[in-house]
């Protein structure tokens, strides 16, 4: 069984270009939840969503950026017009099922570098 | 209130000694405490995890002592090698949001010489 997966690895983008990270999450897991670590820092809760709902976005700003778990297909976490700031690495997590006592299952994550 | 605080920020031992990270919390509605394993370059792993209703529990060389009272929780370590040299984090959820919202420690970076 994969893990989750995310592409690509490495991004780099200049400020005001569009960043998507894309996340697969592991076979059967139906839910996914990202994650913003910045350097020297631990992670912070962005948003979970189920298959085609945004269940929580309370850790996302709310200007430029966006999610979406589609029907079929990856998870992606947009970034529009982006900032140096928003430099940082990004990681989705994956888990069965959710109501508090899943684990979750971290991806490889995305390093975004903006120059 | 959300947040969890993590200390020490580094940490060098000698490989067979014991490594000891601490994090303490405020949000009493915690109730679930899982440590985290990130090697350079990859995602943080599940290590261990602990619920309220115990005081401790082992896997391994890996042990985590909660103390509900204090509201602090501990990882240790014992007979620490090379290979466990990685940054960890704790992190802290409660169920009333639904789902495992996850507030991390600022993590610790750990160095087990030779």
């Not at chain 1, 948003?47 to 430029?64: A, C, F, H, T, W």
């Not at chain 2, 401790?56 to 009272?69: A, L, P, Q, Y």
Request: glycine fraction near 8%.
């Amino acid at each position: 069984n994969a893990g989750v997966m995310q592409n690509p690895r490495h991004l780099v983008r200049r400020r005001g270009q569009e960043a998507r990270l894309r996340c697969s999450p592991m076979k059967g897991h139906s839910h996914v939840y990202w994650y913003r670590q910045l350097p020297e820092e631990g992670l912070k809760f962005m948003v979970y969503l189920q298959k085609e709902n945004i269940i929580d976005e309370s850790g996302m700003p709310k200007e430029r950026f966006s999610a979406e778990f589609p029907k079929e297909g990856p998870s992606i976490l947009r970034i529009q017009q982006v900032v140096r700031g928003d430099s940082a690495a990004y990681f989705c997590a994956s888990s069965p099922l959710a109501g508090g006592q899943e684990t979750q299952y971290f991806g490889p994550g995305t390093r975004l570098l903006v120059l | 209130q959300q947040q969890v605080k993590q200390s020490p920020q580094s940490l060098i031992v000698q490989k067979g000694g014991i490594s000891i990270i601490n994090c303490a919390y405020e949000n009493t509605a915690f109730d679930y405490f899982p440590w985290y394993q990130q090697f350079p370059g990859k995602g943080p792993a599940l290590l261990i995890a602990i619920r309220p209703d115990v005081s401790e529990k082992k896997e391994g060389r890996f042990t985590i002592s909660f103390n509900k009272s204090a509201k602090q929780f501990s990882l240790h370590i014992m007979d620490s090698q090379p290979g466990d040299s990685a940054t960890y984090f704790c992190a802290a959820s409660t169920r009333n949001t639904g789902f495992q919202k996850l507030v991390f420690g600022t993590g610790t970076r750990l160095l087990v010489s030779p």
